[in-house]
């Protein structure tokens, strides 16, 4: 131990002697190290976002959505009106509310791009019809007023929620609550405005991302009635008529079934037999799709081991190279000090003793670098901000809409595995101890005589 | 008397391929203990190659080499280095100093490397310390090998050879690369060494300097010409 300790004092000291190649030599290291840290950090940051969102949809859930068909399979009405029909509709949730088990909560949900004013102001928001427990589901907090009620749903009341931007845009200088909105001829009065809410991303292809603060909800029952009339929502756009039949877009189903880490098999099966139903109904037009967070966390977690091997690898590459870098550097060393090897060897030194001063020099040299890389490689949740704010200032379109990959990069916070930072040391370590077997060996072989007589 | 080492018909032949070079083709003598043998004669007449089989850093192609009565052909290479580190003190033509080191880390190269590796005691910094002052360069400690001139700078290698308290010196031309003043004074070092009882084996060429010692051998064509100063 302590001729371990004089070995490791002594090779630093010879180290220290060629500061900048000492240094230009670990770089190879450092940067490996730092890669390796930052990508499994930005494997593992990806993953928690996943795992987030997958929480805020709500790991207890199950949700129906209607995907709208390929235009051509519509269905025509008259010779120019055709009416676009698919979707989830009532004897769907019929069926759900009374044959799912386990059911707690079932949220039926209509949505449509529609124009919305407050006389000159307009815009064209998301406009929600949905009961109540929306705004639970979605972890929507009131800002101002409240959010609409059973009794609201009953009595069919023109009322309305409104988001943040929403509110800002269509009431910039004054409160918008019991101010009345224009919506298709109708007025409705505002009964409440929703916080600011951040954007959900996309997970895995089955949900698009949502940003929630252009939104506007209404009671279900009242949308149905007054907007989705008959089921049917008539667009006017360059002379011709289009019309869209869907009852619901989306029946959200809440399960109870508190034990869910424990046993998320449950929920799984319920969903399969959700998606059997579905299926047998929908056999022909395909026009549904049963979404389960649960099953998408799975994914996000196969995704985030795919992530961490390839690009695991591709750091792993660079460690690769900076070890030659080392060995090389090393062989060179040897090279020039051997006649300093050659006086150790008349001194006494044993060849393990040439062996271990070499060897250890390089390990202390990798293993420098390697501390060095975890530093950086811990500051990558801080320089992934600035890049952030790169990317947003002169790649994206300030104004313009974000892709959803855009939208998950933004919203995404590199979380340094701390698995990772003895991993990565370790690899620095093992890369100086097996670049470095071969420069000591070399330098412990030389002939003593020959060494002496080096120039 | 006790011999130091004793040579039996050793021969050291260099394999080059082609030709095979017979740098020693059959040299016997005793070296008697607290012996100072001056090894003369011209050049490449095999002078360096018998020290360094003396000194353990090379192996003979044939013959017999006991040390202290120990046959060498019949240890390993980690106990001839042990044997380098503690029975013998190297001194060169060209000093040899490690050149990151300070004259005191020079000095001390050889307790890096004693058998079992026992912790540098406080007592074995005094020895180094001591040792510097002895060769009169107590006041430049921390200096290093290129703030030095050559001779002081050999003087650090006898310091370093001294370090492990060894029984036997071996020196090639110590003074070859220094003005007569200066390696007379190098000389005396030796010389008093000698007369505290190490056995001194030095190669030289320089009759003058052959002179300063108590037997001489005149090498010729890699074999013992003849005993004592042969001059011109
Ligand atoms: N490694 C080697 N390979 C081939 N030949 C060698 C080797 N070492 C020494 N020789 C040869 O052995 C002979 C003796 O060399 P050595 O170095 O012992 O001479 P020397 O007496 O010390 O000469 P000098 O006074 O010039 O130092 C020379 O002919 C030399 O060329
Ligand atoms: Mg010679």
Redesign the pocket.
């Known amino acids: 131990m302590y001729h371990l300790l004089r070995t490791i004092r002594l090779a630093i000291k010879s180290l220290l002697l060629h500061k900048l190649r000492s240094g230009l030599t670990m770089l190879g290291i450092v940067f490996g190290v730092f890669s390796v840290i930052a990508m499994l950090a930005i494997g593992e940051g990806a993953s928690k976002q996943a795992q987030e969102q997958v929480l805020m949809l709500g790991a207890n859930n199950i949700i129906v959505r209607s995907i709208k068909p390929p235009e051509d399979s519509g269905t025509g009405g008259s010779a120019n009106v055709r009416v676009l029909r698919y979707g989830l509709t009532r004897a769907d949730f019929n069926i759900l509310k009374g044959t799912v088990p386990k059911l707690s909560g079932i949220v039926p949900v209509r949505e449509v791009i529609l124009n919305v004013r407050n006389r000159d102001h307009e815009m064209n928001p998301r406009v929600v019809g949905c009961t109540p427990e929306y705004q639970e589901m979605n972890h929507l907090d009131i800002a101002q007023g409240r959010f609409f009620t059973d009794q609201d749903i009953r009595n069919l009341s023109n009322v309305i929620v409104i988001a943040s931007e929403t509110a800002e845009m269509l009431f910039p200088l004054e409160s918008p609550l019991n101010k009345s909105v224009q919506i298709k001829n109708r007025a409705y009065r505002v009964i409440g405005v929703t916080k600011e809410r951040t954007a959900s991303a996309a997970i895995g292809g089955s949900l698009s991302g949502q940003n929630y603060n252009k939104d506007l909800y209404m009671p279900l029952d009242t949308f149905q009635s007054r907007i989705n009339t008959k089921d049917t929502i008539i667009k006017m756009a360059s002379g011709s008529f289009s019309a869209v039949s869907v009852v619901y877009d989306q029946i959200t189903l809440k399960i109870d079934h508190p034990k869910i880490v424990v046993e998320p098999d449950v929920i799984i099966a319920i969903a399969e037999m959700v998606r059997e139903t579905m299926d047998t109904n929908h056999a022909v037009k395909r026009d549904v799709d049963v979404i389960v967070p649960l099953e998408l966390l799975k994914q996000a977690e196969q995704l985030r081991n795919i992530f961490n091997v390839v690009l695991g690898s591709i750091a792993g590459i660079s460690l690769l190279v900076g070890g030659i870098g080392i060995m090389n550097i090393m062989l060179a060393t040897v090279t020039e000090r051997t006649r300093e090897i050659g006086v150790r060897r008349a001194l006494g030194a044993r060849r393990i003793d040439i062996t271990q001063q070499f060897l250890i020099e390089t390990i202390v040299l990798s293993g420098t670098g390697g501390l060095v890389g975890l530093i950086l490689g811990c500051a990558t949740p801080y320089a992934f901000g600035g890049i952030k704010g790169i990317v947003k200032y002169y790649i994206l379109d300030s104004s313009g809409d974000k892709s959803e990959m855009a939208n998950m990069f933004l919203t995404m916070t590199p979380q340094v595995a701390i698995w990772s930072l003895p991993v990565a040391f370790g690899f620095s370590v093992m890369i100086g101890l097996v670049f470095g077997v071969y420069p000591a060996r070399a330098a412990a072989r030389l002939d003593p ?2 060494a002496l007589r080096h120039e | 008397m006790e011999l130091t080492a004793k040579l039996v018909n050793l021969q050291k032949h ?1 394999d ?1 391929g082609t030709i095979v ?1 017979k ?1 020693l083709r059959g040299v016997s003598l005793d070296i008697p203990e607290g012996d100072f043998l001056a090894i003369m ?1 011209s ?8 020290l360094n089989l003396l000194g353990g850093l090379d192996r003979p192609t044939s013959g017999e080499y006991y040390l202290r009565g120990q046959n060498v052909a019949t240890l390993s290479d980690d106990e001839i280095s042990a044997i380098r580190n503690t029975l013998i003190g190297f001194i060169f033509q060209s000093f040899n100093l490690v050149a990151q080191y300070s004259v005191l880390e020079n000095i001390a190269v050889p307790l890096l490397y004693r058998p079992g590796y026992p912790p540098i005691s406080s007592a074995d910094e005094d020895r180094c310390n001591e040792l510097a002052k002895m060769v009169g360069l107590g006041d430049r400690t921390d200096h290093k090998p290129y703030q030095l001139s050559g001779g002081q700078q050999q003087r650090v290698a006898i310091a370093r050879a001294l370090m492990n308290d060894p029984a036997i010196i071996m020196a090639d ?1 110590p003074t070859g690369n220094l003005d007569s003043k200066t390696g007379e004074e190098i000389l005396g070092m030796l010389k008093s060494l000698n007369e505290q009882g190490r056995t001194i084996i030095m ?1 030289t ?1 320089e009759v003058e300097v052959a002179e300063q010692a108590k037997s001489h051998i005149y ?1 010729k064509d890699g074999l013992i010409a003849g005993h004592g100063i042969f001059r011109g």
């Open positions: 005589i020959e | 260099y080059l070079v740098a004669g050049s490449g007449s095999g002078k360096s190659t018998m031309e190669v060429h090498m």
